[in-house]
């Protein structure tokens, strides 16, 4: 089956650790995105990528990190310097063709 | 800043009603519209998109552009209990197709 998955389902992290979270997807999409979408708010852009070993700045880029070096595999870095973590953060990936983002399920960030 | 404006609603309709979700962006240039719909605690879901003026139907689902008024709407036709969820309204606002920009939702009600 393809798609694209995210590991954990729910995190949960004590003040001043750093996490990771895991997106992977078997679709063969070049571009892809992590979201961080809060209680009453709209989807934000923290990263994303159009191809292996690049990667841009979304608009709330600040205390988070990413990598990419495999097309397959785009994972998300929480660090400590994100100073409100908690939220549900949501990786997606682009077909070439320009019909829209499709998400993973997501990974609910708890932080204690 | 570009701007995706969505009613938060929530929207209530009776089944079989005709549910009416309205959107509107600030960015002239946008050229291309997505419609999201995201169930309470999951991912969203991409159920339409669309590129030019007039109108696109796809099952029960209707999407309305129109760019002088950069408005775009969402018809659910014969609504029922399991369209109840939040549809999010996405503005492609690059020419690479590469960035959204997220409304923050409207929640619609279908009730029995």
């Known amino acids: 089956d393809g798609g694209i998955t995210q590991s954990p389902k729910y995190l949960f992290r004590k003040e001043g650790q750093n996490v990771t979270l895991s997106c992977e997807q078997n679709?063969?999409?070049?571009?892809m995105y992590w979201y961080r979408q809060d209680p009453g708010q709209g989807l934000r852009l923290i990263y994303y990528?159009?191809?292996?070993?690049?990667?841009q700045k979304g608009d709330i880029a600040e205390g988070y990190s990413v990598s990419r070096e495999k097309k397959e595999s785009f994972p998300l870095t929480v660090t400590s310097a994100q100073k409100n973590p908690t939220a549900f953060y949501l990786c997606?990936?682009?077909?070439?063709?320009?019909?829209?983002?499709?998400f993973g399920p997501g990974t609910r960030l708890t932080v204690l | 800043q570009k701007e995706v404006e969505q009613n938060s609603g929530p929207l209530s309709v009776p089944e079989g009603a005709i549910a009416s979700l309205n959107c509107t962006y600030s960015?002239?240039?946008?050229?291309?519209f997505f419609w999201y719909r995201q169930y309470s605690g999951k991912s969203p879901e991409l159920i339409m998109f669309?590129?030019?003026?007039g109108d696109k139907e796809d099952g029960r689902f209707t999407a309305q552009l129109n760019k002088a008024s950069q408005y775009v709407s969402l018809l659910i036709r014969d609504s029922q209990p399991s369209d109840s969820a939040t549809y999010l309204c996405?503005?492609?606002?690059?020419?690479?197709?590469?960035?959204?920009?997220f409304g923050t939702g409207t929640r619609l009600l279908v009730s029995p």
């Open positions: 997606a990936s682009r077909p070439p063709a320009k019909k829209g983002q499709f």
């Open positions: 679709l063969n999409h070049d571009a």
């Open positions: 990528s159009q191809i292996v070993n690049d990667f």
């Open positions: 960015d002239r240039g946008s050229q291309s």
């Open positions: 669309i590129y030019s003026n």
């Open positions: 996405a503005v492609g606002i690059d020419a690479g197709f590469q960035k959204l920009v």
